[in-house]
T-cell receptor, first 114, second 114 residues
Framework: DAGITQSPRHKVTETGTPVTLRCHQTENHRYMYWYRQDPGHGLRLIHYSYGVKDTDKGEVSDGYSVSRSKTEDFLLTLESATSSQTSVYFC?????????????FGPGTRLTVL | GNSVTQMEGPVTLSEEAFLTINCTYTATGYPSLFWYVQYPGEGLQLLLKATKADDKGSNKGFEATYRKETTSFHLEKGSVQVSDSAVYFCALSRSGGATNKLIFGTGTLLAVQP
């Protein structure tokens, strides 16, 4: 258990509204990630962070922004939600174990945009 | 580019049957390889990993061997149980930017019947 929680766990919102998802970790990991999971695509990286205020884009970053003002929290914001952003969102941290950079995942947030 | 290809599911087996889920990859250099499992309604859990050619990862009766000559990392289990029913994801880790990034396959649903 990597001590990762996500909130909310479920959310239904309307097109055009802003949405913020929160990832919280308790073990002071430097690297944090946001993925989305969609049928037929597996998981795809949205954004990641390598420290407080240090973030970078992943492969599907359009329409999303992130912030990391403290080590334990990594926020994902949809500025104006669209139906194509209906998905399950997973946060992850990475930890060096047995000399391998290994990622561990939170429980997920199911977002529905109507 | 880097990619992971998994066999299409669903895979339906009877309890105690032998399981193979095929995974092949395309990557430059020497990526680390992973299998993750997702039980219904949950996040992804690391199942096993391997970091170099001919390494065998194993956990909970599952095994996978890193085969560089065939660029494969097939998941096997000798005798599946109903509790193994889940979605299985193969992934590779590639370095780039500030951290290693995971590239996932599309997932394979395994259904084990009593």
């Amino acid at each position: 258990d990597a001590g990762i929680t996500q909130s909310p766990r479920h959310k239904v919102t309307e097109t055009g509204t802003p949405v913020t998802l929160r990832c919280h970790q308790t073990e002071n990991h430097r690297y944090m990630y946001w993925y989305r999971q969609d049928p037929g695509h597996g998981l795809r990286l949205i954004h990641y962070s390598y420290g407080v205020k240090d973030t970078d884009k992943g492969e599907v970053s359009d329409g999303y922004s992130v912030s990391r003002s403290k080590t334990e929290d990594f926020l994902l914001t949809l500025e104006s939600a669209t139906s194509s952003q209906t998905s399950v969102y997973f946060c992850a941290i990475s930890e060096l174990k047995q000399q391998v950079d290994t990622q561990y995942f939170g429980p997920g947030t199911r977002l529905t945009v109507l | 580019g880097n990619s992971v290809t998994q066999m299409e599911g669903p895979v339906t087996l009877s309890e105690e049957a032998f399981l193979t889920i095929n995974c092949t990859y395309t990557a430059t250099g020497y990526p680390s390889l992973f299998w993750y499992v997702q039980y219904p309604g949950e996040g992804l859990q690391l199942l096993l990993k391997a970091t170099k050619a001919d390494d065998k990862g194993s956990n909970k009766g599952f095994e996978a061997t890193y085969r560089k000559e065939t660029t494969s990392f097939h998941l096997e289990k000798g005798s599946v149980q109903v509790s193994d029913s889940a979605v299985y994801f193969c992934a590779l880790s590639r370095s780039g930017g500030a951290t290693n990034k995971l590239i996932f396959g599309t997932g394979t649903l395994l259904a084990v019947q009593p």
